[in-house]
Nanobody, 120 residues
C-alpha cells in the first residue's frame, strides 16, 4: 500500500506565498508523474501542476508564472511553491502520484488534501 501525506497549507493574505509538500511512502518501486490538484467550493477539481520523474512540468494557465512544482525522486517528495497568491487560489489542494509498486501493480494515489486560503 502507498500513502501520500501533504503539509504546508494555511491562511495567507493576497500577494503572499505558501509552500505545499507531499511525501509518498509505502511499497513504492517507482513514481512517474506527480502532481497537485485543487478543488474550490462549488467547483470541479482541477489539475494545477504536474511533474514527470524526468523533471518535465506542466501548469494550468491561471498559475503559470506564479507557482512552481518540483520534486525529489530519491525522497518521493513533491513541492508546490505558490507565490503572488490571489483569493481565487483558495481551495483544498491534493497531491497525486502515479505509482508503480514493488508488486508491479500500478495505481494513482491521492493525498488527503490541505486547505489553502487567501484573504483579500
Amino acid at each position: 500500500q502507498v500513502q501520500l501525506v501533504e503539509s504546508g497549507g494555511g491562511l495567507v493574505q493576497a500577494g503572499g506565498s505558501l509552500r505545499l509538500s507531499c511525501v509518498a511512502s509505502g511499497s513504492i518501486f517507482r513514481i512517474s508523474t506527480m502532481g497537485w490538484y485543487r478543488q474550490a467550493p462549488g467547483k470541479q477539481r482541477e489539475l494545477v501542476a504536474s511533474i514527470t520523474n524526468g523533471g518535465g512540468t506542466n501548469y494550468v494557465d491561471s498559475v503559470q508564472g506564479r507557482f512552481t512544482i518540483s520534486r525529489n525522486n530519491a525522497k518521493n517528495t513533491v513541492w508546490l511553491q505558490m507565490s503572488s497568491l490571489k483569493p481565487e487560489d483558495t481551495a483544498v489542494y491534493y497531491c497525486t502520484a502515479d505509482v508503480l509498486q514493488t508488486s508491479m501493480a500500478r495505481s494513482q494515489y491521492w493525498g488527503q488534501g490541505t486547505q489553502a486560503t487567501v484573504s483579500s
